[in-house]
């Protein structure tokens, strides 16, 4: 078994790069389409550095399910998102996350969550039950169907507020 791995997923959102990246680069707007916000309804969230962007950290503290840990955006351009992403409970895992933003036909973007980690020894002598894909691919998904859910809201409001 390698001793790495990634896991990755990717939708077609109807909405723009530029609809998009304020959802992916404000960690506070994570609330509105993350995966894990309904894990733990007193989850703890601490926000630090950039307001958005480059810098722009996040740390949370939950219960066993919601675990603790934080990120923080490092690079940053038209294209992705690059977070570095530290979690210290249930288990301690470095990863880099990425969001990469691909203009697609018709107001669309091509939206690829990646994350890639090491995977020590204990993780890769267990195999299949620790089988990262599987115990966070089906977030992701979730993840860019909300991503897409949100994107078109916000899009909704500004073409609204607009005259």
Known sequence: MASTYTVERTRTIRATP?????????FRNWRLWSPWEEVDKDLHRAYSGAHAGIGAHYAWSGNRKAGAGSMEITAMDEERVVIDLEFLK??????????????ADDDRTRVTWQMQGARP????????LMNMDKLVGGDFEKGLDRLDEAARRSAADTAEGSP
């Open 18 to 26: 530029d609809q998009i990246r304020p959802l992916v680069s404000n």
């Open 90 to 103: 249930p288990f301690k895992a470095s990863n880099v996350t990425t969001f990469r933003l691909e203009p």
């Open 121 to 128: 020894l204990l993780v890769r002598l267990l195999g299949p």
